[in-house]
């Protein structure tokens, strides 16, 4: 499995989703668009009703490599964990 699968498979915490979106400058339906979603589905991993499955954390994953979002606000050795450090 190569570290961008790995990455992949991380959890993706409510704060992350959030911090994603926000950094973004994305509402919740804007993003739902990118990653192939519902608006409701955001707002359910946003408060914790609900955590991505592996393909909608393989798109998030995704979304954010793509947007630079790993760089933001990340120590050097955050790696390009979703979260703020803390593993599962």
Known sequence: MSE???????????EDVQRL???????QAEL?????????????????????????????HLVAEASGFYEVGREPDAGTQP????RT
């Open 21 to 27: 979106r926000a950094s973004l400058g994305l509402s």
């Open 32 to 60: 739902a668009e990118r990653v192939g979603t519902r608006q409701q589905t955001i707002s359910e991993w946003e408060t914790g009703a609900r955590a991505p499955r592996r393909m909608s954390r393989r798109l998030l």
């Open 4 to 14: 961008d699968d790995r990455a992949a498979e991380e959890l993706w915490l409510p």
């Open 83 to 86: 979260s703020d450090g803390t």
